[in-house]
C-alpha cells in the first residue's frame, strides 16, 4: 500500500511538472533576453540572378539513414502528461505528412511509470514512417538507467534514434533537479557501443562547445544538436516556478543565469569545424531563413521547439500551417542565394559580422572563408 501510494505520489509529481513547463512555456516569457542567437550577424549574399526556378528547389536531405523532405526536426518536447498526448499526435501526424522527424520528450515518465507510455507511442501511431527520436536525460542515464532501459524507451517508439539530453543549467535551478554529471562521457560511450540506433547528444537551450564535440565524436556519437542559447531558456522557466512557489533561492540563480549559454550561430560554427558527425542546428531558431542560415554554416538539420508547441495543443492542421511557413521561407532563401540543393545551400557563401565574428576569432574559427566560396 504503502509503496503504491509512493508511486501515486511520484507519477502526480511527474504530471506536475511536464505541465508546469508546457504552461509556462505557452503563457510566459521563457526566451532569452540578453543574449541572441547571432543568426542576425550572419547575412546571405543575395544573387539578383539566382538562374533557378523557385518551385524547383529541391529541399530533401538524407541524414542519419533517413531521407527527410525538408532539413527540419522539430525538437523534443514532451510526454508524461495529458496535455502532451495531443501535442505529441499534432506534431507526429504533421511531420507524418511532410516527411520530416521530431523527437520526443524526456521518456523517464513512462520508465516510472507505465500508465504514461501512451503519451508517446501516440508518436509512431501518427507518425509510422517518420524520422522518430526517443529521449532521455543524461542525469538519468548516469544514476537511475543502464541498457535495458534505454532499450526500452527506444522500442516504445519504435525510434529511429535516442536522443541524450544535456541541461546542467536546469538541472542546477530545479528543485527536483539532479546536477549530476561526473561519469556521463562514460555512459554515453556505453550506450553507444550498445544500442542499435544512433546516438544523438543534445543540449537544451545552453549550446555545445568544440571542446565537448570533439569528446562526444569520439566517445561514438552519431550526431550533436547542439541547442544554443538565444531561444528558450530553461533558467527562464526554472524563475517562472521558483516564483510560483516562492523559492526565493532558485529564483535569484535562475534570474542571474537567463542568459548563459553559447549563441546557436557560434555553436553550430564551433561544432562544425571540429568534428564529421551531422550536427542539428536548434535553440532559437525561429524560421526557414534561421534554418537556411544554420544549414550553410554546417548544420544537417535544424530544429526548434517552442514555436511549434502553441500550435500543437491547437491541433495538427495549426503545426502544418506552421511548418509549411517555415518551408516557404527555407525555400526562398535558397531561392534568392541560387541553390537549387541542400548541397548547394551548404556552399553558399556568407559573411559573419558583429559579435559572432568576434567571439569566433577569439575562439580561434576561420570565419572569411565562409565569404569567399563559390556557391
Ligand atoms: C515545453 C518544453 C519541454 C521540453 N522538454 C524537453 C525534453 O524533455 N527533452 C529535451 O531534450 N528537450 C526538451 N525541451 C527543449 C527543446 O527541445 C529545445 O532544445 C529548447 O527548447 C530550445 O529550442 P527552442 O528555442 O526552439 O525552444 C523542451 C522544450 C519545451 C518548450
Redesign the pocket.
Known sequence: MGQELSDEMKEKRIKKRKTD??YI?LNEDV?AKKITTGFEDIFFIHRALPELNLEEIDLTTEVFGYKFSAPIMI?????GAEEAIKINASIAEAIEEFGLGM?V??QRAALENPNLRRTYTIVRKKAPNAFLAA?I?ASQIIRDYGIKELEKIVEMIEADAL?I?L?PLQEAIQPEGEAFYLGALRKIRQIAESLDVPIIV????AGISAEDAKKLEEAGVAGI?V?GA???S?AAVEWYRAHQRGDHLAEEVGKEFWDWGIPTAASVIEVAQSVDIPIIA????RSGLDIAKAISLGADLA?????I?EPAVKGSEKVKEKIKIVIQQLRTSMFLVGACSIERLKGAPLVVLGKTAEWLRIRGFDIDSYARREG
Open positions: 513547463h508546457i512555456c526566451e525538437s523534443s518536447i514532451t510526454g523527437g520528450g524526456s529521449n536525460g536522443i539530453h541541461n543534445k543540449e537544451t537551450g544538436d541547442a538565444g531561444g528558450t530553461w536548434s535553440g532559437g531558431v530544429g526548434f521547439a517552442l514555436p508547441l
